[in-house]
C-alpha cells in the first residue's frame, strides 16, 4: 500500500529543471460572425516543474483563454504549446481527453463536484476515465481524501460538506492522477475567508512536495502565495517576475 | 470507462429523476403493450375462424347460385337467384356421373320464426336431405335425424340446433315437442350436438327440416325445386380438386353452358373460405399493428425529448467529465446506455403489460389472444432499439459539446 499513498515525494525540483510547460508565439482567435477577437497575440511562457506561478490579468486581458488553453480545454489558433514535452496542439478531441485526463488537475472556483456522487467517488472520476481498476481507484481515492484531511469524510454528498471542505474535496480529484500539472483557476473565488486560508495552504504544502501549480486569480494577497507572478494584460504577458 | 461503470451512472441518472423517467417509460411501454395485444388478437381471431371453418371439414365444397364474376348485370350476384335445383344436387349425387364425389346435401334455406307456446324465436330453417348430417359432419344429441321417408312424405318434422332448442323451450330435451312455423305445426325429432359459430353462421342456431317439407309449407313459391346452397363432400381430401371439376363441368353441362366464365353457379372450397378469411384478418391485423406501432414511436419521441432535457440540465456535469478526461465517444456511450435503459424498460413492463392482457382479455370480449414467444422477444427489441435510435441525436449532442462552454452553463 506503501506506494498508493500520496503525497508522493517529494520529487524535489531537480538541478536543471525540466519545463512543465512551453508556450511559444500563442495566438488565440475567436471568431463571431465576421468580427475576429484576438484573446491571446503572442504568449511565450515557460514554466518548469515545481513551480509555483499566478496568473493575474483584469477581465478581458485574455487569463482565461491563457488557462483554457494551458488546461488543454481550448486549442491555440497558433504557435505550439509543449505541456510536459508532449505537443499538444495538432492533436483531436479524444488525445486531448487523454492528456487532461493523464497530466492535468484542475481545480475550479464552482468546485464542480458532481451531487449525486459521494466525496470518493468524485475523487475517482478522473481514474473512472483513466481505465484504473475498481479496486486501486478506491485506495487511491481515499489516500487523496486523507491527503487534503478529508479522511472521514468518504461518503459525505458534496452537499453535506461546506464551501472549504468542498474545495479540498476539489483538490484531493486533481491530485488523484498523479498529474504534472496542477491548475487552479480562481480556487478561493467563492469561500469565505476561513476557507480560503485553508486551501492556500493546502496548495503551500503541495507546492513544498514539489508540485507544479497554476493559479489564476485576480486577488493580489491569493497571487503573493505564489512564488512568480505572471501578469496577463490584452492578450500578452505583460510582467513575469516576484511576486514581492 | 468500462460497461459497468457506464450502466451504473445511467441508473443513477435515471433514478435521480424517478417521476420524469417513469413517465417516458410509460410511453414505451404503453406502445410495446398495444403490439403485443393487437398483433394476438389478431392471431387469436384467425386461428378461431381457420379452426372453425376446418372444422366444417376440407373436404367439402359449397355450390351457390349465380356468380360472383358476373358481367352480364343480368344474373342475380352470388348467393342469390334459382339457378340450383334439387336435380342438379341428385345429378352431383350419381356415382357414375361424379365418382369423386362422396357425398352431396342441398339446403333449401330462409329465415322465419318459430313458435313453441308463448315464446317465439326467429331463425333460420333449413330444408334438407338426410345426407346433410353426413356432409355437414354433424351430429345428433337427442332423439334422431329425419329419415329418407320423412323426406318423401314430406313429413311434419324438425331437428333443432342446440341453442334454438335452449331458446324455445329453455332445455335441449324437447323431442316430442312440437314447433309452429308459418302456422305449420312441425314435430321435434332430434337435436343437434353444439358446434359452435362459424365465420358466416351460427351453427347452433338452425331449425332443419325435410327438403319437400320447406318446399312444400315454408318457403313455397313458384320455384320449389330451387335449392339455395348445395354442399358437396369429396370421396377425400386429395380428391377435392377432382370433384370441384366434375361438379362443375356437370352443372355447366346441365345447365346448357359453354363458356365456365358465363357459369350461373359459384363453387367454393372451405380451403379458400379459410384463406379469404385470414387474409381479411391479417389485413386488420397490419393496420393494427401499425396503429400500434405509431404510438411506440410517440414513445421513441418521448425519450429522445427526455434525454435533450437532461443533456441540457447535466451540460455542467458532461463538462466537468469532459475536463476530467472523459472523450466524446465516452459521454456518446453513457447517454445512449441511458436511453437505452429507459427503452429496455418500457419494453420488459409493455410485455408484462401485454402478457396478463392475453390473460384477461379473452374472457372480456370473448376472443383468443395468442401470444408468441418471438413476438415477445421481438418488442422487447425493437423497444431497446427505440430507445438507443432515438438516444442518438441527444448522446451526439452531449459529446459535442465543447468543455469550456459546458462548464461555464449555468
Not at chain 1, 503573493?224 to 505583460?238: E, K, N
Not at chain 2, 459521454?331 to 424498460?345: H, N, P, S, Y
Request: with cysteine; charged share 20%; proline share 4%.
Amino acid at each position: 500500500m506503501a506506494e498508493l499513498t500520496l503525497p508522493l515525494p517529494a520529487a524535489r525540483p531537480a538541478a536543471t529543471p525540466e519545463p512543465v510547460i512551453e508556450l511559444t508565439g500563442v495566438r488565440k482567435t475567436y471568431r463571431t460572425g465576421t468580427v475576429e477577437f484576438e484573446a491571446l497575440r503572442g504568449v511565450d511562457l515557460r514554466i518548469d516543474a515545481g513551480e509555483y506561478v499566478a496568473v493575474m490579468g483584469p477581465s478581458g486581458s485574455g487569463k482565461s483563454t491563457l488557462m483554457n488553453v494551458l488546461g488543454c480545454l481550448d486549442v491555440a489558433t497558433q504557435g505550439t504549446y509543449r505541456l510536459a514535452g508532449e505537443d499538444v496542439g495538432e492533436l483531436d478531441e479524444t488525445d486531448l481527453a487523454d492528456i487532461r485526463n493523464r497530466r492535468i488537475g484542475f481545480v475550479f472556483q464552482q468546485f464542480h463536484l458532481l451531487p449525486s456522487l459521494s466525496a470518493w467517488r468524485n475523487v475517482e472520476l478522473p481514474l473512472v476515465y483513466g481505465h484504473v481498476p475498481a479496486a486501486e481507484r478506491r485506495a487511491r481515492a481515499v489516500a487523496a481524501m486523507e491527503r487534503v484531511g478529508l479522511g472521514d469524510r468518504l461518503d459525505n454528498r458534496p452537499g453535506e460538506l461546506s464551501g472549504g471542505q468542498q474545495q479540498r474535496v476539489a483538490v484531493a480529484r486533481a491530485l488523484v492522477g498523479e498529474p504534472a500539472l496542477l491548475l487552479a483557476d480562481e480556487p478561493t473565488g467563492n469561500l469565505d475567508s476561513v476557507s480560503t486560508r485553508d486551501v492556500l495552504a493546502l496548495f503551500d504544502e503541495l507546492h513544498a512536495q514539489g508540485r507544479t501549480i497554476v493559479l489564476i486569480t485576480h486577488e493580489e494577497d491569493v497571487a503573493r502565495r505564489a512564488q512568480r507572478v505572471v501578469r496577463v494584460f490584452d492578450g500578452l504577458v505583460r510582467t513575469d517576475g516576484d511576486p514581492r | 470507462m468500462t460497461w459497468t461503470e457506464t450502466l451504473r451512472t445511467g441508473w443513477a441518472a435515471i433514478r435521480t429523476h424517478v417521476m420524469r423517467s417513469t413517465l417516458t417509460v410509460l410511453g414505451i411501454l404503453i406502445g410495446i403493450a398495444a403490439v403485443i395485444l393487437t398483433v394476438g388478437l389478431g392471431l387469436g381471431t384467425q386461428k378461431d375462424v381457420s379452426d372453425q371453418i376446418s372444422a366444417l371439414g376440407s373436404d367439402l365444397l359449397i355450390v351457390r347460385p349465380g356468380s360472383s364474376t358476373d358481367s352480364s348485370g343480368m344474373r342475380g350476384g352470388f348467393g342469390s337467384g334459382t339457378t340450383l335445383t334439387r336435380a342438379d344436387a341428385e345429378a352431383l349425387a350419381s356415382p357414375v356421373n361424379a365418382p369423386d364425389i362422396a357425398g352431396v346435401a342441398a339446403e333449401k334455406s330462409t329465415g322465419a320464426s318459430l313458435e313453441a307456446g308463448e315464446t317465439n324465436w326467429s331463425t333460420q330453417v333449413v330444408g334438407t336431405t338426410p345426407e346433410w348430417l353426413d356432409v355437414r359432419g354433424r351430429t345428433v344429441a337427442q332423439g334422431s335425424f329425419f329419415t329418407a321417408d320423412d323426406e318423401a312424405s314430406g313429413a311434419a318434422v324438425v331437428v333443432l340446433g342446440p341453442e334454438t332448442a335452449e331458446e324455445l323451450f329453455g332445455t335441449t330435451r324437447v323431442v316430442g315437442q312440437t314447433v309452429t312455423v308459418d302456422g305449420t305445426d312441425l314435430q321435434v325429432v332430434g337435436v343437434l350436438a353444439a358446434e359452435g359459430a362459424s365465420g358466416e353462421s351460427d351453427l347452433d342456431d338452425v331449425a332443419v327440416v325435410p327438403m319437400s317439407t320447406a318446399a312444400d309449407t315454408l318457403v313455397g313459391g313458384a320455384d320449389r325445386n330451387a335449392v339455395s346452397t348445395i354442399y358437396v363432400q369429396a370421396a377425400s381430401s386429395d380428391r377435392l380438386s377432382a370433384a370441384y371439376q366434375e361438379a362443375e363441368q356437370l352443372l355447366l353441362n346441365l345447365h346448357g353452358i359453354d363458356d365456365p366464365d358465363a357459369a350461373d353457379f359459384t363453387i367454393n372450397s372451405q380451403d379458400a373460405l379459410v384463406s379469404t378469411a385470414t387474409a381479411v384478418y391479417r389485413t386488420l391485423t397490419v393496420l393494427l399493428t401499425g396503429i400500434a406501432a405509431l404510438s411506440l414511436l410517440v414513445g421513441g419521441i418521448g425519450v429522445m425529448n427526455i434525454m435533450l432535457v437532461s443533456v441540457t440540465e447535466r451540460t455542467r456535469e458532461i463538462g466537468l467529465r469532459k475536463a476530467l478526461g472523459a472523450p466524446p465517444w465516452a459521454i456518446r456511450r453513457q447517454f445512449l446506455v441511458e436511453a437505452g435503459v429507459l427503452g429496455l424498460a418500457g419494453g420488459v413492463l409493455g410485455a408484462v403489460l401485454g402478457i396478463v392482457g392475453a390473460r384477461v382479455l379473452p374472457g372480456l370480449l370473448d376472443t383468443t389472444v395468442v401470444v408468441s414467444g418471438a413476438a415477445v422477444a421481438g418488442s422487447v427489441l425493437v423497444a431497446l432499439v427505440i430507445g438507443l435510435v432515438f438516444g442518438v441525436y441527444p448522446a451526439t449532442r452531449a459529446a459535442r459539446l465543447a468543455p469550456i462552454d459546458a462548464l461555464r452553463a449555468e
